[in-house]
């Protein structure tokens, strides 16, 4: 069945988000839980100083161009839209993001036009509790050239559907490089990306959601990573796949690992003593794009 499209073109306040979680925390839910089948849609372009931005915040050189992790915060206010909705059967309140995987089609440009759509996908097996998907696209003259698919988690009763994604990192054996990651950088992804969740921005916030202080972003620790491991030149067709591990609190200090370089190259962020991983990826490059590695 096709999904009903409903076109948002207003920017998603902070307020709305707020109230938005705190409805869907006091609603509630009976019988057996259905994703939502209609899909949100909106237009946005591309800009060079917004772009520049993200960029720059998340290790990108100018040289490698648009990033490849950069419709995302596009699509961001979609998504949260979905979540927020009445018809949504989880508060997004609580809910755990478990992967992503972005895989980018055809070169981005500066003053591109997209078409943004976003939908809820399907439900997956986890042990922890019920895993879904989010799933986005981006269209460039009514071709599709970004698709991003997010795994989301509802801690309780073990879930049903097919299982979720899992990544090994095993070839991740090589310490690539290391971050100092800064106490305001919540704060400061927030304000790019539109992710003003309480638990990367505020020490309190967080603490109400049983972490010690604030935790970074996992798509900035993503993004951070696929700036690293890229080639210095704009990239064509890539895809690039996280599992979101264990927080990453602010500050801190974080290594890099990966594997061999190569189309495809297996990667961790771990802590400062090797010992814990963060995140666990890997990145897949075309062959034209791996030889500029």
Known sequence: MTAAIERFDAPLSGAAVVGGALRG???????????????????????????????????????????ITAPHILAFPLQM?????????????????????????ARLNLGDRLTLTARAGRFL?????????L????????????????????????????PAPVLTG???????????????LGRRYARVSGDANPIHTSALGAQLFGFRPAIAHGMWTK??????????????VAEVAVAFRAPLFLPGQVGLYAGPSGDVRDFEVRDAA????HLRGRLTLSPEDSVAC
């Open 25 to 67: 925390m006091l609603r509630a839910k009976g019988g057996e839980a259905v994703l939502p089948q209609r899909a949100l849609q909106r237009e946005a372009v591309l800009e060079a100083e917004a772009v520049g931005v993200y960029a720059d915040l998340c290790g990108f050189a100018p040289e490698q161009g648009v990033p």
């Open 274 to 277: 090797g010992a814990r991983a």
């Open 170 to 184: 095993d070839e991740a054996d090589r310490l690539i490089e290391t971050w100092t990651v800064p106490a305001d």
């Open 81 to 105: 839209r979905l979540m927020l909705g009445a018809d949504f059967p989880y508060p997004a309140v609580g809910l755990v993001h478990l992967h992503n995987r972005i895989r980018q089609q």
């Open 125 to 133: 097996a986890h042990d922890k509790g019920q895993a879904f998907t």
């Open 223 to 236: 993004a951070q990573a696929t700036a690293a491991l890229s080639p210095p030149a704009p990239l064509d």
């Open 135 to 162: 799933e986005t696209t981006a269209a460039r003259d009514g071709v599709t050239v970004w698709e991003g698919v997010s795994v989301y988690l509802r801690l309780g009763r073990p879930g049903r559907g097919d």
